[in-house]
């Protein structure tokens, strides 16, 4: 089956730095791929709709000058927060779509103390 | 607008015993349905689907979904529910023509043995 990877796994780092989070594709290309955040015991949250080669579209109330993505191929999405601060600690969920499918990947805890 | 609602938080189930997770939806034109299920730190698994075709829906691990247009509905059920079906699961709704997925806030299954 089609598996969609996440780098890193979980993530510590200190207020006021970046952090970059990668999302890939494995074993095909995925036409659009798109961020989630989850909170503990909460459902997912659309963050951004992501497209290769154009610029992404974020939901409404999602800073993209905080929520930098990339998606530089069919096979690979960024994710960088910027200036991280505690209460951009979640779980970040990527999905890749091809298709009507949609294969999400295992996801990141960023924790920023 | 779409949406999806779980209106339980928690289903407490016996082994062996039948397993329902309620889910209710709202979308424009024909919807796309899924369930996903969450172990604890780890992404969605997908379970199935519903897109069109028969109503009733098998999926994975034993798992089968409901389609009820009149009642907007899209159950989740296991004939004999697992200790290993404990975990969080959520449903899933979207447009024909729209990939952007929207989510219920998850229902909690627990499943003693």
């Known amino acids: 089956g089609a598996v969609v990877s996440q780098h890193p796994s979980w993530v510590i780092c200190k207020s006021g730095t970046s952090v970059k989070i990668e999302c890939r594709s494995l074993d095909f290309q995925a036409t659009t791929m798109f961020w989630y955040r989850q909170f503990p015991k909460q459902s997912l949250m659309l963050m951004a709709t992501s497209n290769e080669g154009s610029k992404a579209t974020y939901e409404q109330g999602v800073e993209k000058d905080k929520f930098l993505i990339n998606h530089a191929s069919l096979t690979l999405s960024t994710l960088t927060v910027t200036s991280a601060h505690p209460e951009d600690s979640s779980f970040y969920i990527c999905s890749a779509r091809v298709g009507n499918e949609q294969y999400f990947g295992p996801g990141t805890r960023l924790t920023v103390t | ?113």
């Open chain 2, 1 to 113: 607008a779409q949406s999806v609602a779980q209106p339980e938080d928690q289903v407490n189930v016996a082994e062996g015993n039948p397993l329902t997770v309620k889910c209710t939806y709202s979308v424009s034109g024909n919807p796309y349905l899924f369930w996903y299920v969450q172990y604890p730190n780890r992404g969605l698994q997908f379970l199935l689907k519903y897109i069109t075709g028969d109503n009733l829906v098998k999926g994975s691990y034993g798992f089968e979904a409901e389609f009820n247009k009149s009642q907007t509905s899209f159950h989740l059920k296991k004939p004999s529910a697992l200790v290993s079906d404990s975990a969080l699961y959520f449903c899933a709704v979207r447009g024909s023509n729209d990939y952007k997925l929207s989510f219920g806030a998850g229902t909690t299954v627990t499943v003693r043995a």
